[in-house]
């Protein structure tokens, strides 16, 4: 399910990025994230500003002067950075890359009344006029705060966002008692959004999306400085593209480049494997014999006309054979 409606490249990337394993559905953390926790800063410290938004970043000089909404300038040495060919226009096109469109609704329950029906929570709802397109079980490991998380996506969140969040709510609680057929899913006991296009600077969720010809014809210069302005963000790595880890990855090899740029590492150093997380690692989904190789429904549909075809053929053989219609060899 995706926050946009693709084009066909941005659908063959989705193809490709589902056929693998280990996926961020598998995971979760237990604790709220804050970018302010000083645990992030590492040793750099107070060095890194926070609720600092720059506006306007001046490289024509010696230093690179950079200032902020706030009011304040901060004037860095770059005499260790080489400038490297200016390709800004190039990165203008990257100007026309939107976000998706998303609302993460999170459903609270007295009990985990889903699984009292054996089902796992997880539903994918293609009904046009369904609220909510993909949901997940996002009860707590140890059973406790039942929840399920959905999705309103792309055309669908710009157009209920008009609605209040009671209204979302009743539409969210109804979808979901109709798949699960049960009556409790009317009776949430809390219930939390997040409408990810309010956000003032993504503008959206999960990640941007590149409309037809911005890949193919600029997509080599999506992690490429500017003069000495190097770039770094989720849309820009390799491993995990849209999520925290992401930006981790990013910012980590946009680190790295800049180090290199003061001959600090060598080139060959720049990219890096990130290890498995041993902190939160993939707990692995149990699946039986009979789940692990039936066959796809259209994989079991080709068997069939198969099987069916070489049926009648040598059904009519035989016939043919038995009536004498077939000629002696």
């Known amino acids: 399910q995706s926050s946009v409606q693709q084009t066909l490249l941005e ?11 280990d996926l961020s559905e ?17 040793r750099l410290g107070e060095r890194v500003k926070l609720e600092s938004p720059v506006y306007r970043i001046d490289q024509t000089g010696d230093l690179v002067v950079v200032e902020t ?16 060919n200016p390709i800004l226009v ?13 609302i993460k609704c999170m459903v609270y329950y007295k009990e985990k009344f889903w699984r009292k029906k054996s089902y796992c929570g997880t539903m994918v709802i293609e009904e046009e006029g369904a609220p909510i397109g993909l949901t997940l079980d996002d009860t707590k490991p140890d059973g406790t ?9 792309a055309r669908k969140s710009r157009k209920l966002v008009s609605l209040t969040k ?38 959206g969720c999960y990640t941007a999306y590149f409309p037809p010809g911005i890949l193919t014809q600029f997509g080599k ?35 790295r480049e800049i180090m290199c740029a003061m001959g600090k590492i060598h080139l060959n150093q720049v990219w890096q494997t990130e290890p498995e997380s041993m902190d939160v690692p993939a707990l692995p989904f149990h699946t039986t014999f009979w789940e692990r190789n039936l066959p796809s429904v259209g994989g079991l549909l080709r068997f069939m ?20 219609l077939l000629p002696n060899s």
């Open 69 to 84: 909404v706030n009011k304040e300038t901060y004037m860095v040495s770059s005499r260790h950075i080489s400038r490297r």
């Open 305 to 324: 006309v198969v099987s069916s075809f070489l049926s009648v053929a040598a059904a009519a053989g035989f016939v043919a054979y038995k009536k004498g």
């Open 90 to 102: 190039h990165r203008m096109s990257f100007v026309h890359v939107p976000m998706g469109s998303v």
């Open 145 to 153: 705060v039942p929840a399920i998380m959905g999705f309103i996506l």
């Open 221 to 255: 210069v999506l992690r490429e400085p500017v003069g000495r302005l190097f770039f770094a963000g989720t849309e820009t790595a390799t491993e995990w593209s849209g999520y925290m880890e992401g930006a981790v990855q990013a910012g980590e090899r946009a680190a």
């Open 26 to 42: 598998k995971r979760g953390i237990n604790f709220r994230y804050h970018p302010a926790n000083p645990m992030k800063r590492g």
């Open 166 to 203: 009671e209204e979302r709510l009743k539409r969210i609680c109804e979808i979901y008692s109709r798949v699960l057929g049960s009556e409790e899913a009317l009776h949430p006991v809390h219930y939390e959004e997040k409408n990810w296009c309010e956000e003032e600077y993504s503008g």
């Open 11 to 21: 659908a063959d990337f989705l193809i490709r990025f589902c056929n693998t394993t």
